[in-house]
């Protein structure tokens, strides 16, 4: 199992940009990696996964042409780039790993490593 750890959360206006980074304790070649996001009331949304060095990814509806993800696995660590941020991107944000191949459909099998989550708050 590998242990996750985010940073990078905070509070941004209307249209401001958050990066946010997971660090693994493990190379994470053959892994799954992925962003969810839970607001309160709602559920778990998975919003990006990436697997591999060539780097097939996925993105939810919701983030489409705002976020990024990118992954430095040299370091272990994920990224999410926000941009364009509304209130509605407000929530939790966990990173998440499963040692499973993904692509255009993201998770195929729920993660099975979580990290502890870092807050986003986008303010109007």
């Known amino acids: 199992q590998v242990h996750l750890v985010e940073f990078g959360g905070g509070s941004v206006q209307t249209g401001g940009s958050l990066t946010l980074s997971c660090k693994a304790s493990t190379f994470t070649g053959g892994y799954c990696m992925g962003w969810f996001r839970q607001a309160p009331g709602k559920e778990r949304e998975a919003i990006a996964t990436?697997?591999?060095?060539?780097?097939?990814?996925y993105y939810g509806d919701s983030v489409k042409g705002r976020f990024t993800i990118s992954q430095d696995m040299a370091n272990s660590t994920l990224y999410l780039q926000m941009n364009n941020l509304n209130p509605e991107d407000s929530a939790m944000y966990y990173c998440?790993?499963?040692?499973?191949?993904?692509?255009?459909?993201?998770?195929?099998?729920?993660?099975?490593?979580w990290g502890q989550g870092t807050q986003v708050t986008v303010s109007s």
């Open positions: 990436i697997y591999g060095i060539s780097p097939r990814t």
């Open positions: 998440a790993a499963a040692r499973i191949f993904c692509a255009s459909e993201g998770f195929t099998r729920p993660p099975t490593s």
